[in-house]
């Protein structure tokens, strides 16, 4: 599952609490068990708790339907609450419309809400 899927049907408050609950180092959320290989620990979270898995070696082999980056889904969350806090998808594409510059931060901001919520063909 993508991130953005996630948040579509999770919800942001939901995605919200698994980037804040993520602890230290946490690189994937689990959506499922699954098991990773590779000659390192992640931290991942499944059954409803954080865990560590211990690997001895092989390749990584994450499935996409099973794990997110809890980074990109940090990412999209900020992106989606710097929109609310500059008052909305509407607002702030009407103020660009109109002439209103953005730094890069906003314009990602724009791009990761359409990319979660559409509307990025008007």
């Given at each position: ?13 939901e ?11 946490a ?96």
């Amino acid at each position: 599952m993508k991130p953005e899927q996630f948040i579509r049907e999770k919800g942001l408050k939901e995605a919200r609490e698994v980037v804040e609950g993520a602890p230290e180092g946490a690189t994937h959320y689990g959506l499922r068990q699954y098991r990773q290989w590779e000659g390192r620990i992640l931290k991942t979270f499944t059954d409803e708790s954080w865990r560590s898995t211990a690997v001895f070696g092989g390749n990584l082999r994450f499935i996409e339907d099973d794990c997110l980056k809890i980074q990109d889904l940090k990412r999209l969350v900020e992106s989606v609450e710097l929109i609310e806090e500059l008052g909305g998808i509407k607002l702030v594409k009407d103020h660009g419309r109109k002439g209103g510059l953005y730094g890069g931060r906003v314009i990602t901001a724009i791009r990761d809400h359409e990319s979660i919520y559409g509307g990025g063909d008007e």
